[in-house]
């Protein structure tokens, strides 16, 4: 597949899958929603099947829509370093797109919410309590399952001797990824919010550093660096391990 591919399929799936994540974390926080005040496991699902969208859509592009995923792949060989760029540089541009569509789609809410300094959240993910290293080592897990899930997840073969074909997860599809991001969330989201994708923190937190948010607070970019870090971190772990297993 040509870069201009990548590029495109890349971005569009990001933009979605940013979209979508962002789009619940708004439902949740802001006041005048339908959806208001939800809670954190109606903030899992809708994440958990905004991945699932993104990466149906970027299915052409193998669906990558995170640096770390693309950095784990890079290292086992399932993707060509001198296609990292494109990729990455694809889910940055998405995420700025889909952070945006975000505020114009809530554009109101954020209009009339009483508390418009502390809209951060909706963007960008933070620790509940703040201690760089630990919320790196807290990113660092839960990369590390996702990517090394990921890169060890069997895959579909054709029928052997006995004639049973194995669907492996393959039979799921991009569901599969998506119940992995749930319980990631629900097990080890609560520290830091899980981003565990540099591009899902960096790509947001920039559109909400730009956007004419109404009353809007600091992009806290002291703390932006931990959701970079801690998930390459992880995917390097995670692909180094698939190195040395005998897979």
Not at 113 to 118: D, I, S
Not at 180 to 189: F, K, P
Request: aromatic share 10%; glycine share 14%; with cysteine.
């Amino acid at each position: 597949m040509g870069a201009g591919q990548i590029f495109v399929w890349e971005m569009l799936g990001t933009a979605v899958l940013i979209l979508l994540g962002t789009g619940v974390v708004a439902n949740h926080v802001l006041r005048d929603t339908l959806g208001s005040g939800t809670g954190f496991l109606f903030v899992n699902f809708g994440w958990a099947f905004a991945v699932f969208t993104g990466a149906s859509i970027a299915a052409p592009s193998g669906a990558h829509l995170n640096p770390a995923v693309t950095l784990g792949l890079a290292i086992t060989g399932k993707t060509e370093w001198a296609d990292v760029p494109i990729y990455v540089l694809a889910q940055l541009v998405g995420a700025i797109i889909g952070a945006t569509l975000c505020w114009l789609t809530y554009k109101l809410q954020f209009d009339t919410h009483p508390e418009p300094a502390n809209t951060l959240g909706i963007f960008s993910t933070a620790p509940t309590v703040r201690n760089p290293l630990w919320n790196t080592v807290t990113e660092v897990i839960g990369t590390f399952v996702l990517v090394g899930w990921i890169l060890l997840s069997p895959a579909a073969k054709a029928a052997g001797t006995d004639g049973v074909p194995q669907f492996g997860n393959s039979a799921l599809g991009y569901a599969a990824v998506a119940f992995v991001v749930l319980v990631i969330g629900t097990s080890l989201g609560g520290p830091t919010g899980y981003a565990i994708n540099p591009a899902r923190d960096l790509g947001p937190r920039i559109a909400y550093a730009i956007l004419p948010i109404r009353g809007k607070g600091s992009a806290d970019w002291g703390y932006s660096w931990v959701p970079i870090v801690g998930p390459l971190i992880g995917a390097l772990l995670a692909g180094l391990l698939y190195l040395v297993l005998p897979v």
